[in-house]
């Protein structure tokens, strides 16, 4: 699904990270750990080509990222949804509106059933017609999380989702991905949390990368 060859990324004259090598298989669990400040952001910028390398190639799709056509990029965004932490909606559309609002921009028709249905999973039912300030940090979040898989995307990029939520919402949010995962879907999942990642390893076959001194690493069995 997206293959590191030998990536750098850098600006300033210097680099933030070096000599990535990885390949994200169809149907995968990642964690990305590491310390403030270490790229995690910019690697999964990266993963969703927001960022492009600065040496080496990155396919996404089985495409170089530098040679995608407009079209391409446009297939790209539909493939991959991404949840970042500080997740931003329209404050005058409801939760529905802001949930549907990929499809609205692609031009597609809005199921009212499937909408509805989304919602429930994550658990937003009685909130559908709220406006976003009127929702709480973890509503926030599962909103973000139900908007980016609403275009079923392959892969869900999720930057610190539980960042911001209590240690009872983050373990629902987790088990909302081990559930996109158990469907086939590719998830990467960028966290801090040791005891969340301890959890998700009794559910669901996963493996942990650590960004350290600029470079990718497979962390060890022992968290």
Same mark, same amino acid.
């Given at each position: ?22 390949s994200l ?28 390398p600065s ?19 446009a297939d ?49 039912? =009685? &909130?559908?017609? *709220? ?8 509503? !926030?979040?599962? %909103? @973000?999380? /139900? ?53 998700? =390893? &009794?559910?669901? *076959? ?8 600029? !470079?990718?690493? %497979? @962390?060890? /069995?022992?968290?």
């Open positions: 699904m997206i293959e590191f060859k030998n990536v750098a990324y850098g600006y300033g004259g210097g680099d933030l990270l070096t000599g990535i090598d990885l298989q169809a149907g995968s669990f990642h964690f990305l750990t590491g310390p403030s400040g270490s790229g995690k952001t910019t690697f999964l910028k990266m993963c969703y080509r927001e960022l492009l040496a080496g190639r990155l396919d996404i799709f089985d495409q170089d990222v530098r040679e995608m056509s407009r079209d391409g990029v790209l965004r539909r493939r991959i949804g991404v949840v970042h932490q500080d997740c931003q909606f329209l404050d005058h559309l409801s939760v529905a509106e802001n949930v549907a609002l990929p499809l609205t921009v692609a031009g597609r028709a809005v199921d009212g059933e499937d909408l509805m249905a989304l919602l429930g999973w994550v658990g937003l039912s =009685k &909130q559908a017609d *709220a406006l976003p300030p009127e929702l709480s940090g973890g509503e !926030r979040q599962r %909103a @973000a999380l /139900a908007r980016a898989v609403i275009m079923s995307p392959e892969v869900i990029i999720a930057d610190e989702p539980t960042g911001n939520v209590d240690w009872d919402m983050s373990q629902r949010l987790l088990t909302l991905l081990v559930e996109l995962n158990r469907m086939g879907k590719t998830v990467l999942l960028a966290t801090h949390d040791m005891n969340l990642i301890r959890v998700a =390893k &009794q559910q669901v *076959a996963t493996r942990v990368l650590r960004i350290s001194n600029r !470079r990718l690493q %497979a @962390a060890g /069995a022992d968290l």
